[in-house]
């Protein structure tokens, strides 16, 4: 084979495609066997062994799935569109995949994932459909990728697999230290540290030194504010990002007469959503942190801590996301949200939930313990999205053949 790179469609450089199906849900046994089943849910990691269902022989021979050998590139055709793995094991799929056999004499199963994974945005734009968006086969044959030589591909392939793993080393690296933070915030904010001696309280056990107070105790409400003189954000509260500034700018907010409807917080302050959505979830409690003020919405009940109160923030921005108030809310709202789309809450009954009062050292230590294990996971989120920068990065040139790649190790432009 030449040295040159040449342009094929998917359907040149594969031997077949072959489909999946789903086996009857109403034969329960058929879910009960050893055969890996993939479906779109399995799409986590760009190669995979294992799936979430398992399914039987028999299943196989009574459905229109089909068993793929290992080691080809199974790509989502419906609802994931864009995203594909190699099956490092036998395993069967369903519809909503195509498995990729490659032509081994043109492309290796590996150069065709990350060809398919460079393409994903063409692949979702070429989806059609209302509710569940999918391509025609033809769709997927026809793509065009860049084809170089068998050995430059392999180089390639292995380029791309070593940011791969430290990808999934640094995810699993978040994963695991969030799971290490949540426990760490059960023990700390519930026992304390270094505590002997517990008592029982309407909150549960807590150390003997600690007191139970009401929110209202130690924060006040704040209520419509009038210092209005700048352009500050919009702001709502995201379960996962905290604050979010919507992009609507105060101006907006006087134009339409709605000032009305918002509170001005100012950093340090806290905001507690009883809203109720999917985006915004109820009972999300954050403080405001990344603004210096911002406007929130009236329905959100924004408070602020009392003058005469020494008390660590950072402690009950913890105690407010570790879920601690549940049980309390779970007695005052009933199963049933009001018109408007807010849990049935009001402000006495939200200010006269009970939470704990530790000394205010202990406050600041216990902090401080969750805040570390906090700032080692921006730290390794922020090498997830720096390598895959790089991933991206190296995709554009090096299956482009911008950049070429020798077997010798060495880049040479084109």
Request: charged letters at 30%; glycine letters at 6%.
């Amino acid at each position: 084979m030449s040295d040159s790179i040449q342009v094929l469609s998917i359907g040149e450089v594969v031997e077949k495609i072959i489909g999946g199906g789903t086996p009857s849900r109403e034969v329960k046994e058929y879910y009960k066997g050893n055969i890996p089943w993939f479906t779109v849910k399995d799409l986590t990691y760009h190669r995979l062994s294992k799936s979430q269902e398992y399914i039987t022989e028999s299943a196989l021979e009574n459905s229109s799935t089909n068993l793929i050998p290992r080691g080809n590139v199974i790509v989502a055709t419906r609802i994931a569109l864009g995203r594909a793995f190699i099956n490092e094991v036998d395993a069967a799929i369903n519809q909503d995949l195509k498995a990729l056999i490659p032509n081994k004499r043109k492309i290796t199963a590996e150069y065709l994932l990350y060809s398919i994974l460079h393409k994903s945005n063409i692949i979702e734009k070429m989806g059609t459909g209302t509710t569940v968006k999918g391509i025609r086969l033809e769709q997927l044959k026809s793509l065009l990728i860049h084809v170089p030589p068998i050995k430059e591909q392999k180089k390639i392939a292995s380029i791309l697999s070593t940011v791969d793993r430290a990808i999934e080393k640094t995810e699993a690296i978040i994963e695991q230290t969030e799971k290490v933070k949540k426990g760490l915030m059960q023990q700390l904010l519930t026992k304390g540290i270094g505590h002997t001696k517990f008592k029982k309280t309407e909150i549960g056990e807590i150390p003997e030194e600690w007191e139970v107070v009401k929110i209202n105790d130690i924060f006040e409400r704040v209520t419509r504010n009038n210092d209005f003189k700048d352009n500050y954000p919009v702001l709502t509260i995201s379960a996962k990002e905290g604050f979010v500034d919507q992009k609507e700018r105060f101006n907006r907010v006087i134009a339409g007469k709605s000032l009305e409807k918002y509170v001005l917080l100012h950093k340090g302050e806290f905001a507690y959503n009883r809203g109720n959505s999917k985006s915004y979830p109820f009972g999300v409690t954050y403080k405001l942190n990344d603004f210096e003020k911002g406007l929130v919405p009236f329905v959100y009940f924004s408070f602020r801590k009392r003058n005469n109160i020494e008390c660590n923030l950072d402690f009950y921005q913890y105690y407010f996301l570790s879920h601690k108030l549940d049980r309390q809310l779970r007695k005052i709202i009933t199963s049933s949200a009001r018109q408007d789309g807010l849990m049935n809450i009001s402000a006495d009954e939200f200010f006269n939930l009970l939470i704990p009062f530790p000394p205010k050292s202990e406050q600041e230590e216990i902090a401080k313990y969750i805040e570390s294990v906090g700032k080692r996971i921006k730290r390794e989120r922020k090498k997830f999205e720096l390598l895959n920068l790089v991933k991206k990065a190296l995709m554009q040139v090096l299956l482009t053949g911008k950049v070429r790649v020798k077997v010798e190790d060495e880049v040479m432009s084109q």
